[in-house]
T-cell receptor
């Protein structure tokens, strides 16, 4: 089955710096790659996603890139702010049995220091 | 988008007992998913629930331990049976759309389970 690896497990940056989180996936059939932000005690929330037919997608300070050949995708956060501090999860969706099934990476705890 | 109401939000249970977690979605959805998130860890998929058929379990999870019901397109339950302290975790339900239609996954607020 699908396996998603995520690095780093923790990331500490100064406010205003950029943060990059990287993920690799194992199954070349996966075609949907979302990123979720989870604040302490709250449910995961989608922040950005990308499909396999797109190489890059941006939404204000957040961007995601996908390299299908290498089977890896990355989250880029620019001009980080303290409210970006949270755990970020990447995921890969494997379309199996007629539906998408999300497999998550281990998560990255991002701390943005003022 | 889908709004998922999950309850209970938390519970403390005695070992050997069972707890049923409920999820209600504000719209009809084909699939619902149940995840476990141990403290500081990622989300691990337990099973996928399709209305009108038995749930499909991931490796390491069995129906006797985690029976699931899916009586209609807006509701599902997960039971954690014969609980032990190792079952202490957060349990989340989720739904996701069909590819190329609405692939965003929405989550319930989670159930924090402590087994003593």
């Amino acid at each position: 089955g699908e396996n998603v690896e995520q690095h780093p497990s923790t990331l500490s940056v100064q406010e205003g710096d950029s943060a990059v989180i990287k993920c690799t996936y194992s199954d070349s059939a996966s075609n949907y790659f979302p990123w979720y932000k989870q604040e302490l005690g709250k449910r995961p929330q989608l922040i950005i996603d990308i499909r396999s037919n797109v190489g890059e997608k941006k939404d204000q300070r957040i961007a995601v890139t996908l390299n299908k050949t290498a089977k890896h995708f990355s989250l880029h956060i620019t001009e980080t702010q303290p409210e970006d501090s949270a755990v970020y999860f990447c995921a890969a969706a494997l379309f199996s049995g007629g539906y998408n099934k999300l497999i998550f990476g281990a998560g990255t705890r991002l701390a943005v220091h003022p | 988008s889908a709004v998922i109401s999950q309850k209970p939000s938390r519970d403390i249970c005695q070992r050997g007992t069972s707890l049923t977690i409920q999820c209600q979605v504000d719209s009809q959805v084909t699939m619902m998913f149940w995840y476990r998130q141990q403290p500081g860890q990622s989300l691990t998929l337990i099973a996928t629930a399709n209305q009108g058929s038995e749930a499909t379990y991931e490796s390491g999870f069995v129906i006797d331990k985690f029976p699931i019901s899916r009586p209609n397109l807006t509701f599902s339950t997960l039971t954690v049976s014969n609980m032990s302290p190792e079952d202490s975790s957060i349990y989340l339900c989720s739904t996701i759309g069909l590819p190329d239609v609405d692939t965003e996954a929405f989550f319930g607020q989670g159930t924090r389970l402590t087994v003593v």
